[in-house]
């Protein structure tokens, strides 16, 4: 692949039961990562844009969060059925954005600090 003209960014970010906060794997991360790979392919898009699975994108209580780039389009709770939408306006449409999935321009969320003690029945720090 060449430069991509477009890359797709999704959170699959998994917290451990317990971390007092949300994260988007739990709600279906993996196969919106699945969806946008194989629409990508099916579209004949594959030697352009790049979707790539990513830590956490900073919007946790949002999720499952989506950023295109060269756009700096930033999308909330996005689920498959938004898949072939997303495509259609911000890739193909060159960034067009989505409005009903758009997320607010919101302070990120930083991950909640450090539990020097843990709950009981996790073996490491939560973060
Ligand atoms: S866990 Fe997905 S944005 Fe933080």
Not at 22 to 46: D, M, Q, T, W
Not at 72 to 86: H, S
Not at 94 to 101: D, I, K, T, Y
């Amino acid at each position: 692949m060449a430069t991509p003209r477009a890359h797709i960014l999704i959170c699959a970010n998994e917290r451990p039961p317990g971390a007092g906060k949300p994260s988007c794997a739990p709600r279906g991360a993996l196969e919106l990562l699945e969806r946008f790979k194989v629409r990508v392919r099916e579209l004949g898009l594959a030697d352009s844009v790049m979707v790539t699975k990513t830590g956490c994108l900073k919007h946790c209580s949002r999720g499952t969060t989506v950023a295109i780039w060269p756009y700096n389009l930033w999308y909330q709770r996005v689920r498959l059925e938004d898949v072939d939408e997303i495509l259609e306006r911000s890739v193909v449409g060159n960034g067009q954005a989505v409005e009903r999935l758009r997320m607010p321009d919101i302070p990120w969320e930083w991950p909640t600090p450090v539990l020097l003690f843990p709950p009981a029945g996790h073996d490491g720090p939560v973060v």
